[in-house]
């Protein structure tokens, strides 16, 4: 480690301490571990970096904390010292435990100012073997904590070419490069001794065409290669690219940011899309615990009516979905609820009432109660538009009764079957004594709107219902009278005797 604490609670660091004076906190077993407080001993040597170590046969309390290599202890202090330089008014710390992820950061830069304050960076540089899935775990604990994670790979270890011939620019890699660069969008490697650091961020694929065994042919296994080839800097000259609003950042080389710059906006909507979808899957989850929660202290139709004002109203609801407390979400939304479950009840008694308006308007208006739970696509869908208003807020707060509502919108149609029955009922018992399917044939040559739609029970009153969606009685007249002369006075032979 490259850092320790004085038993006064100094911080010392050992590419920085005074030698001499540090030798003596140690030699007096007054250095300790940041982290664990166990006493650690200063290191420094021709043959290695300056740096602390435990004591023999002592563990540091961290979890998984391992002995580190010379190339770790000297990538640790260039990537602190670079980004001291880098960010000035920032904290930068290292080998910071953060308790959260059970894990030390190598580097941990906090923002103390600006559009990133509050922000935190960690940096990891990565020397030793390291598989797919412990950087995913360590990756998302990170994310868990809300620090942006950048992972800085040792390019002499990590940055490999293919050796084959004509192919010595395509890459090989070794986990877990493919799941960085797939997960982040980039990989970083820091070259040690010359402080260059090369940025991958676009990759192409081809085949290459070379003799196989002594024949000619295209070589099975495809190669991929990094456009542009040279995409390495000075560690000094980088920049940092930051999306204010989605507090995500990535190392850009300044001479290729025109090229960055469109794999940097990909990635922001690709983050973007990941964290709507994540939304949408928590208020999904959600609203199935509001939706059980009324169901148990309400009633099944309170959460059935629910679920349909919350899809049809997507735009007020949606915040206080996780917004709010369960039984807040209930009370906030519990008048809407008791006006819908009104209206299904006021429906319903539309539909055993005997009175000829109800009747007619039973069989004219949609069937509310056959819809009680509507789906997403049945909320929206034109088919089920008039079933739908009513979970509409704005109808809901406009409209205190659906019965006036119903009896004010089918106006015309129990004025049309009322019109029917009383003047042309004698009309209708003869048609009713035809064969129902060839009645229905000749009625649909006439108007289709006049003919029945499923098994309906035959009766004057049935055939009467079929003229409910006729303009006007002037319509109904004329209507009738093409029935008369077509289907009730019809004569087959009437063209040959003219």
Known sequence: MLRSRTSSGLEL???SCNEIETRRLSSSKDLHCPNCDNLVSYKNGPKTIAHFAHFPHTECVVPNYERETTEHLKGKDILFNWLTSKYSDADVELEVFIQITDQIADVLLTHTSGEMKGQK?????????????????????????????????DANVFLQYSKAQNVEQARLFRDPIKAVYSETGFTYYLDLDSQNMTIDFNFYTRSIERRVNGRRGTVDNEYKFHDPSDHKEKLDLLDFHCDIEEQYTAIVIPNIKDQFEFKFRKLIQKIKSEKHQTLVEKRRFRLKEIFEYCSFHLTPRHAYVLKSFCMKNKPLVVDDILGLEIPDFIETYRTYMDTIIHYLAEYEFICKSEEFEDKVIADQA????????LNEEQIVSSYHLRIAEIYDSEFVKNEPSLSTVLYKRYTNEVKNVKYVLRKYSSELEKLLSRNPKMLDSDLRKIDYRIVRVGPKERSIWELALGYAKCNNTEEIDELMKKIKTDIIDYDPFRDLRD
Do not use: K, M
């Not at 797919?132 to 620090?147: F, K, M, N, P, T």
């Not at 949609?366 to 739970?373: N, Q, S």
């Open 121 to 153: 960076w960690a940096f990891e540089f990565q020397h030793s073997p390291l598989s797919e899935a412990e950087w995913r775990r360590r990756h998302v604990l990170y994310q868990q904590a809300g620090i942006l994670d950048f992972w800085i790979f």
């Open 366 to 373: 949609p069937h509310y109660l056959f819809y009680i739970d």
């Open 13 to 15: 660091y050992s590419t």
